[in-house]
């Protein structure tokens, strides 16, 4: 395997379009068809994790965060993006970031935090717009279950917890073939009629490339009739945050408890408890302050993230719940997400999870 191949299989499952403008994630550092030994997982990229990948004969490092976010003038400055960029250089070691691409889609981090929290019925806390285009294709009759079966396999046709959706009504085409085509039903200059579906799914942009493909290969026609059309439709998919509910109501104290036990918090900073029970639980990992209204508005009894300031604390004003658990501590799974994500598809290398702590903040 190569490093391109790990590239491909990670942006066909989360989509580099999904990052925020500001992010950096994709390959960093190395060339695409280099072969892969072994791969490490870490959240951060630091010294330690490089001589972390050298005893471990890792060619490949997979971080969360990346280790470029902006423009590098020179590589003689001696600072620490500087030094493990130089260092991975000289050892042949390619970067890889996977950041809030992740971070965005509904299979990502945040799913991994609700995973932990034993959280039911878990969507996106804030999807995005503008995410998602309207197949329409026309198509005689025998051929819609191949048709189908090529778009639902390439993302197309799932609205939320759906998939396997389209709607079809049906009708007549008609049309006349020149001297030049070469028609799957009719004669040259004959006009033809046939009994046809009109078919409509809903397609994520991210996905379009790979559903066209799908539909040209599976369609019977020389010429296939389809429009895109884009709307305007929240991606349920696709969003900030996550939001779901406990199987019962639990006791704030005994609930924080439990958090504090499960992601290894150092100590917890939270607002005054508006409620004696939480049931109803919303998720941001990393810098999650910006969604703390999205949070109050789908009634979550408490918001767990990290980074908040000072000020953000009052923004609670006795509707929800703040627990602040630390930006480490809330993305510490995100390692143990890519690795089960990579073994589904390669083993042909292995794929082994840092152990060192890259935690910068030291508690008392």
């Known amino acids: 395997m190569k490093v391109a191949d790990l590239c491909e299989f990670l942006e066909s499952s989360f989509s580099l379009s999904l990052q925020e403008e500001y992010d950096n994630s994709g390959l960093l550092v190395g060339e695409r068809d280099m072969k892969i030994s072994n791969v490490l997982i870490s959240l951060d990229l630091t010294e330690e994790i490089v001589q972390e990948a050298i005893r471990k004969n890792c060619n490949v490092i997979v971080s969360h965060h990346p280790i470029i976010f902006r423009g590098l003038k020179n590589l003689a400055q001696q600072n620490l993006v500087n030094r493990v960029l130089i260092a991975c250089i000289r050892q042949h070691i390619a970067i890889y970031a996977i950041h809030t691409n992740l971070d965005n889609h509904f299979q990502g981090v945040n799913a991994k935090i609700a995973e932990k929290l034993n959280l039911k019925n878990a969507k996106i806390l804030a999807p995005k717009s503008d995410l998602l285009e309207k197949l329409v294709v026309y198509l ?7 048709i189908d079966k090529a778009i639902f396999e390439n993302g197309g046709g799932r609205i939320g917890n759906y998939s396997a959706c389209h709607f079809r009504s049906k009708g007549v085409g008609t049309f006349m073939p020149n001297e030049e085509a070469k028609p799957t039903i009719g004669e040259a200059f004959l006009r033809e009629e046939v009994d046809e579906y009109r078919v409509e799914y809903l397609i994520p942009t991210t996905s379009k490339s790979s559903v066209s493909k799908a539909l040209f290969s599976a369609h019977p026609y020389e010429e296939v009739a389809h429009e895109w059309i884009k709307i305007q439709n929240l991606n349920q998919e696709i969003g900030s945050g996550m939001i779901g509910e406990l199987d019962t109501e639990i006791i704030v104290s005994a609930f924080l408890q439990n958090l504090k036990k499960t ?54 004003d006795n509707k929800i719940i703040i627990a602040d658990i630390g930006h480490f501590e809330s993305e510490q799974f995100t390692g143990e997400l890519i690795a089960e994500k990579l073994k589904e598809k390669f083993s042909t290398f292995a794929i082994q999870l840092t152990e060192i702590n890259t935690n910068p903040i030291n508690y008392l």
């Open 140 to 146: 005689p009759e025998d051929a819609l279950a191949k």
């Open 263 to 316: 992601f290894n918090c150092g100590s917890i900073k939270y607002t005054n408890p508006h409620t004696s029970t939480i049931k109803k639980v919303a998720v941001c990992g990393g810098s999650g302050s910006f969604l703390l209204s999205k949070a109050i508005q789908a009634g979550a009894d408490i918001f767990i993230s990290s980074d908040f300031k000072y000020h953000d604390f009052f923004e609670a």
